[in-house]
């Protein structure tokens, strides 16, 4: 008896990745694929009842976002390995190669084992047994997305079309989930020496597990010893929705703007290829054989992200959320590379807060806060734009006061800062950094489109008297200028336009009368409105930097591109 499409009854797991059969990579046109795909899992999967090992040595830890490490058994997806009884489980030979890293040489050898001159090898007393999810809740908000957009969002000077290969792809990892993991020994241990063990432990953790760690996966709130910097934020937008409709604060938009900062500043400063070395070495790449960047970034909240609707007509889940950002280094550096990053990572992060913001439509101030008229005349208006300010916690301190921009003249001191730091860094790493006049002359940096060179942007400012007071916000919506109204510039759905707008809060400091090393900060009410313009040879690009030059009252220049 022949079974007509008997391949069609194969559960998805077992389908080749191939047309027809089992695609699930692109997850604009496998969303079905990719949700029976969990479905089929999940249905056969056994509740782990914590039987699946007899050694009493076990520590359970939470992960503090989405945890995966590749099971590297279906074509151009990422799964996580499948172990008994159908759970995801962590490697023990993962476990060993993560606690290897944090041992000492004796230490190493003890517990991991060592080769010897004969080019046999001694094992060490342990025996790692990996990590297990301890209930169900590991089946929950599995399809997770990866959307790289590097090339739209810096680089492409045409953004009509996206760059190839810059398509949402899809990702099966586990969202918050709970892991115990085991380790043995072969001969008896003191609770000291246990103790030992799981401190060493605790430190591969911190470091990250699985795979995608600088992005904020298979992190836990443990604080490393390798942090090089913190600071405290707070901030709303849209959030971001994963195949199923569901909404998610996801932490990878922190490493995203980061990294695309981090290329504006260094395209400015060499060539592109140069630039896209730099950033590989600082948070990793897929360049030939691949490189681990030096920087893990990691995002704890102080409490869960808060959930919102917004706008009947065009609905979005908007999120708010309070944290810590932390910045680790994935290995040890001398001194004065440690110093050199650091400074660089702390500039690139204030770049990011005073310029603009994190995650989806970053470049635009949140108009529910700056402009809410834009709402009431039509209630059926999408949402545009987020909004991020620093914590208490990073407000604190004299050293604070120098982290926020709080005067005119201080937004031009911190570009200066930032560049002067990725100068110094590019030195330490044999990139002689370009001569912005030369540079300018002979065309030698990158040519992006949002490249940080004197000759491809300008930064405008003005102070804002309240929230309401933001000058530039209504140019977006053809209101008393409609130069750059729907136009190339501004942008439009599915394609990147060349102006940032920002509302930084200005905030004043006064001294501690119980502590003189600290400082009360106090908002003023006030903002500085930042306009950040690329400009080409468009006839829309030229009539609005004769607007800027000539007509409007309102804005001065800080940042001045040189004419090509």
């Not at 007509?4 to 699930?24: E, I």
């Not at 359970?60 to 279906?74: A, K, M, S």
């Not at 591969?204 to 298979?218: D, E, H, T």
């Not at 680790?328 to 004065?336: C, E, I, M, S």
């Amino acid at each position: 008896m022949t079974i007509p499409d008997a391949y069609k009854k194969v559960p998805l797991m077992y389908q080749a990745q191939t047309a027809g059969r089992s695609q699930l990579q692109y997850a604009a046109a496998a969303a079905e694929n990719v949700e029976r795909w969990v479905s089929e899992w999940i249905e056969k999967a056994y509740s782990n009842e914590e039987q699946w090992v007899n050694e009493p040595q076990t520590r359970t830890y939470t992960l503090n976002w989405r945890f995966v490490t590749n099971g590297g058994q279906d074509d151009g997806i990422i799964r996580p390995v499948i172990g008994a009884f159908g759970l995801p489980y962590y490697p023990g030979s993962s476990m060993k190669g993560a606690f290897l890293r944090f041992c000492t040489q004796s230490q190493g050898e003890r517990y991991c084992g060592k080769k010897l001159e004969q080019g046999d090898s001694q094992p060490g007393i342990l025996r790692f047994h990996g990590g297990y999810p301890t209930d169900n809740s590991w089946q929950e908000n599995l399809v997770d997305l990866v959307h790289p957009q590097q090339e739209w969002q810096v680089k492409s000077n045409d953004t009509n079309q996206r760059a190839r290969g810059e398509t949402a792809f899809s990702l099966i990892s586990l969202y918050e989930p709970e892991f115990k993991f085991s380790i043995s020994s072969n001969i008896i241990l003191d609770e000291e020496e246990w103790q030992t063990i799981w401190e060493i432990w605790q430190k591969a953790m911190v470091a990250g597990l699985g795979c995608r760690v600088s992005a904020g996966y298979g992190q836990t709130k443990l604080k490393s010893e390798n942090i090089i910097y913190t600071a405290h934020l707070q901030g709303q937008g849209m959030a971001s929705m994963l195949l199923d409709k569901t909404p998610e604060f996801r932490p990878n938009i922190f490493k995203a703007a980061l990294r695309g900062h981090g290329l504006r500043i260094f395209g400015g400063l060499t060539s592109a290829e140069n630039a896209d070395s730099l950033i590989e070495t600082l948070l990793g790449g897929v360049t030939g054989d691949g490189k681990v960047g030096l920087l893990a970034i990691n995002w704890v909240n102080d409490e869960k992200p808060e959930y919102g609707i917004f706008n009947d007509g065009h609905p979005a889940d908007t999120y708010k959320v309070k944290g810590e950002l932390r910045f680790a280094l994935t290995r040890q550096l001398p001194k004065n590379k440690q110093q050199a990053l650091t400074k660089l990572i702390k500039t690139l992060t204030r770049f990011a807060m005073v310029l603009g913001g994190f995650g989806k439509s970053w470049r635009r101030a949140d108009h529910r806060l700056f402009y809410p008229g834009y709402y009431t005349q039509n209630q059926r208006q999408s949402l545009i734009g987020c909004h991020w300010t620093w914590g208490k916690k990073s407000l604190q301190t004299k050293s604070d006061r120098h982290n926020v921009a709080l005067k005119l003249n201080e937004v031009t001191a911190m570009i200066e800062k930032v560049i002067s730091a990725a100068r110094e860094w590019m030195e330490l790493e044999n990139i002689p950094p370009l001569d912005y006049q030369q540079s300018h002359q002979n065309r030698s940096y990158a040519n992006w489109r949002e490249s940080w060179h004197p000759a491809k942007v300008q930064v405008w400012v003005r102070i804002a008297e309240n929230a309401t007071d933001a000058q530039g916000l209504p140019w977006f919506h053809g209101m008393g200028n409609n130069i750059i109204y729907h136009s190339d510039l501004t942008g439009r759905m599915g394609q990147i336009g060349r102006l940032w707008h920002r509302m930084y809060p200005q905030v004043k400091f006064l001294k501690s009368n119980k502590d003189p090393n600290k400082l009360i900060h106090k908002e003023t009410g006030k903002y500085l409105e930042l306009l950040t313009f690329f400009p080409d040879n468009s006839p829309v690009s030229e009539d609005f930097q004769k607007f800027l030059d000539e007509v409007q009252p309102y804005f001065d220049i800080l940042w001045e591109s040189q004419p090509e």
